[in-house]
């Protein structure tokens, strides 16, 4: 019935357990007189199993430690077999040019850390 279907929970956001982020690097570069961040690396599935692949986190903060930027995105390839890997790009106009610091994260996992 129709009312069943909404009152089931929502789908809960896929675990990054099991995952792991490898190589991330962040670049600024200017296209057209406008400030990009490019944000890039792997993912790689540790685990023996398959994997669904939860969207990513950028942060990027001043040398402060304040928070100037988040935003979510998705890799690659939504799913990962065990072993397999898979890049992530995003990019961003950037408005600042102060030192910054720029995390990525699983966003189901606020508590992951990259290298």
Known sequence: APQE???R?????????????????AARTVDQGVAI???EGTIVNTSGEARQVPPLMATVSDTKGT????????AEIPQLSPG???GF???????????????VTFA????????
């Open 89 to 103: 790009r995003t990019e961003t106009i950037y408005p600042t040019n102060q030192s910054t610091k720029v995390a």
């Open 9 to 25: 929970p929502p789908t809960p956001m896929p675990s990054a357990e099991g995952l792991k982020l490898r190589d991330v690097k």
């Open 5 to 7: 279907e909404a009152s």
């Open 37 to 39: 961040l490019t944000v």
């Open 108 to 115: 189901s996992d606020s508590t992951a850390q990259v290298q």
């Open 67 to 74: 928070q100037l930027d988040r935003w979510t995105f998705t």
């Open 84 to 86: 397999g890997a898979t």
